[in-house]
């Protein structure tokens, strides 16, 4: 089930008692960009709308770090997995330092590569350095998270289920009653304390749209999901 951006930002008005628009104390624009910032966060934290990128990188003898493909670098932690397409092997991430271990160690090892590390270097691209460093030409396909669109209208779609709608909406709703003003609490006759209430009623609908989002992955797998 998805939702939309007015019916959500209808949802959150209602929590934060701010319906009259001729005194709005949040603007339907102020609103949208916290509920974007929010969605973004959601989906991020339970791997939603996971896309396969073909030919991410093209591997070449001899040369160890490569820039992802266009796609996949949305955000530095949107890429989940690296296969090689020689065998569809599914490489290991591993943190970046550990990555500089393996080099210092074993420098000159070359073969089929089993892990990677991800960096951004300073023009904010993502890149990836490969272990052992290739010996054959080769290419990787990535999965990564497609992370949804910004909230620019009403008719903006929301990708989450029931459960990650209803965190949407109390995280906004936390998040706009925290940077309100006393004043601004008073208007809405709004309790100072309500904010810490719906950032944890929020986190409490988040768990059950991470675990919603789990056992969509694993139905009929008989496996536990393992993130690379």
């Known amino acids: 089930m998805s939702s ?7 949802n959150v008005r ?10 709005y104390v949040r603007t339907n624009e102020q609103v949208r960009n ?11 934290d339970t791997y939603g709308g996971l896309t396969k990128q073909t030919t991410a990188c093209t591997l070449t003898p001899g040369v160890d770090t490569y820039t992802v493909a266009p796609s996949a670098t ?6 989940v997995a690296l296969i090689r397409v020689s065998d569809l092997y599914v490489m290991r991430k591993v943190p970046f330092d550990a990555m500089l271990e393996f080099k210092r160690a074993t420098a000159t090892a070359t073969g089929k590569p089993d892990r990677y590390a991800i960096y951004e270097d300073d023009s904010q691209v993502v890149k990836v ?10 290419t990787l396909d990535a999965w990564y998270m497609d992370l949804p669109d910004a909230l620019t209208t009403d ?11 209803k965190a949407l909406e109390l995280l906004t709703a936390a998040e706009l009653a925290a940077s309100m003003t006393p004043e601004d609490l008073a208007a809405c006759k709004l309790s100072p304390a309500i904010a810490a209430k719906w950032q944890a009623d929020g986190q409490k609908f988040l768990a059950l749209e991470r675990e919603r989002t789990a056992r969509v992955s694993q139905a009929g797998s008989g496996i536990t999901r393992r993130y690379i």
Not at 34 to 44: G, T
């Open 155 to 165: 008719s903006s779609v929301i990708p989450f289920g029931t459960f990650g709608v």
């Open 14 to 23: 209602a929590l934060l008692n701010d319906q009259v628009g001729s005194r």
């Open 74 to 79: 949305r955000i530095i932690y949107s890429v």
């Open 34 to 44: 916290v509920m974007s910032n929010q969605m973004q966060f959601i989906a991020s």
């Open 129 to 138: 350095v490969l272990y052992p460093t290739p010996s054959s030409t080769d």
């Open 4 to 10: 939309t951006a007015g019916d959500a930002l209808k």
